[in-house]
């Protein structure tokens, strides 16, 4: 199927917020990851979200050059032409634009999205996030402020970050106190006051509720997703609307548990970012290969090796396999198995 349009993607996020359940949303850096989460969410029946951040754009574009919009772009027409093969939908997004990388990154996307539809296109990516984590919170949501609009005339949607996900990702690294991990409502609050409930263009929450980017084991983060469920009740009772008026996303979910998980969905949550565990599917393949073949992709002793064995393309297709049975449980454990509309 095609990439979403605007109007697809604001149903996806619609349908799982009234169904209760979540998109996987899967970083992808290279042809063979995006089409690793096209072969697995096809497997699982699921509609989700392809997704690039600073670093992944750099290296799409070449790793020995620093063209991330460039390879925001490639990333985006690549997917746009492989998509139409798979019998499901996804929506494109960009991951992490701190505020030093809004220049080459995140500004240059939004101009070349607002010239395709001046021509009466759709915009190229359906959604961007601002990350404005690592700036004073009044910064964060003025920054949220001035790029509503843009996104908004071009049908696309804004993801913010109120508060502050630890570890890192691609270069965006917090090491701050423990609270800081735990967004309030306060800042919630502020944040609606400033962009609307949809009024001045769509925008999705990434709020903190001890999430932590990167590798740690069940327990060794405190996570508190039943703060989501507080922080919906009390916009909803400050602004006088339904429950759980955010649309909201999990970042940091690496070693979640299920009932982790469920209840941060059951909170909010329309979207969870997956990277890590993705990462670490496609590479533990690559290793598995390499040490039961090693006489194959290696010419040891004197022989030449079994050019089987070392085209890229063996072992690449059994870590793109391996890297979809992730994207596979993911969209199990957020419950938008089986649920594809395409």
């Not at 917090?174 to 919630?188: I, K, M, P, R």
């Not at 008026?245 to 941060?264: K, M, N, Q, R």
């Not at 194959?296 to 393309?313: F, I």
Request: net charge negative; charged share 20%; with cysteine.
């Amino acid at each position: 199927m095609p990439v979403a349009s605007p109007e697809q993607y604001a149903d996806m996020l619609d349908r799982a917020k009234a169904g209760g359940f979540a998109y996987p949303a899967i970083n992808a850096a290279s042809s063979q990851s995006v089409n690793a989460v096209l072969q697995g969410l096809t497997e699982a029946g699921s509609d989700g979200i392809l997704q690039v951040t600073t670093g992944g754009a750099d290296y799409f574009a070449g790793h020995t050059v620093k063209a991330r919009a460039t390879g925001a772009l490639a990333f985006a027409a690549y997917v746009h032409e492989v998509a139409k093969s798979y019998p499901i939908t996804v929506a494109l997004h960009t991951d992490h634009c701190p505020k030093p990388a809004l220049d080459d990154f995140v500004l240059p996307l939004i101009a070349a999205s607002e010239s395709v539809v001046a021509d009466g296109g759709a915009p190229i990516f359906q959604s961007h996030m601002w990350d404005g984590s690592a700036v004073p919170l009044d910064e964060n949501i003025e920054i949220a402020k001035e790029l509503l609009p843009r996104l908004k005339a071009i049908n696309a949607i804004l993801e913010v970050e109120i508060g502050v996900v630890g570890g890192e990702e691609d270069g965006v690294k917090h090491e701050g106190s423990n609270e800081a991990l735990y967004t309030t409502t306060a800042d919630v609050a502020k944040a609606v006051e400033a962009l609307g409930l949809g009024d001045q263009g769509r925008w999705i929450a990434a709020l903190t509720f001890g999430n932590v980017h990167g590798v740690y084991k069940p327990g060794n983060v405190k996570l508190r997703p039943e703060l989501l469920g507080e922080i919906q009740q009390g916009i909803a009772a400050q602004f006088g609307t339904g429950e759980k008026p955010l649309d909201l996303v999990f970042h940091g979910g690496s070693g979640s548990t299920d009932e982790e998980i469920a209840l941060a969905v059951a909170n909010g949550v329309v979207k969870m970012n997956i990277d890590t565990d993705t990462q670490y599917a496609f590479t533990r393949s690559v290793a598995g290969f390499m040490f039961a073949n090693y006489d194959g992709v290696l010419k040891v002793d004197g022989e030449v090796g079994n050019k089987k064995a070392y085209d890229p393309r063996a072992w690449g297709k059994i870590a793109e396999s391996a890297m979809a049975a992730r994207v596979v449980e993911a969209t199990k454990q957020l419950g938008s198995y089986g649920k594809s509309v395409s």
